[in-house]
């Protein structure tokens, strides 16, 4: 199994900046991607970004170049990362970490971002 745990959200201004992080444990060698979605309240989940293990990283249209997915990799451990430069109040939203893994999907519990004046 993977866990996941996300952190970093927090309240920022419009136009701000804020870095998530996903610390991943586990059977982290096991897993094909890892991937940022978010849900705002009355949507749906949808996705942000995602790090396949090789490979460039995909993003949302909406991203629209404002975001940057990273990762560093230990031995047993993998914290990926979220970058979010230029926040709109339409980014508000519960961020979610989640790892493809055996045809398993693993989903941390989220990191509240608010971008509000």
């Known amino acids: 199994q993977v866990q996941l745990v996300e952190s970093g959200g927090g309240l920022v201004q419009p136009g701000g900046s804020l870095r998530l992080s996903c610390y991943a444990s586990?059977?982290?060698?096991?897993?094909?991607?890892l991937a940022w979605y978010r849900q705002a309240p009355g949507n749906e989940r949808e996705l942000v970004g995602r790090l396949p293990r090789s490979g460039d990283p995909y993003y949302a249209d909406f991203v629209e170049g404002r975001f940057t997915i990273s990762r560093d990799t230990t031995e047993t451990t993998t914290t990926l990362y979220l970058q979010m430069a230029n926040l709109k109040p339409e980014d508000t939203a519960i961020y979610y970490c989640?790892?493809?893994?055996?045809?398993?999907?693993?989903w941390g519990h989220g990191t509240q971002v608010t971008v509000s004046s």
């Open positions: 586990g059977r982290v060698f096991t897993m094909n991607s």
């Open positions: 989640n790892a493809q893994a055996l045809g398993t999907y693993y």
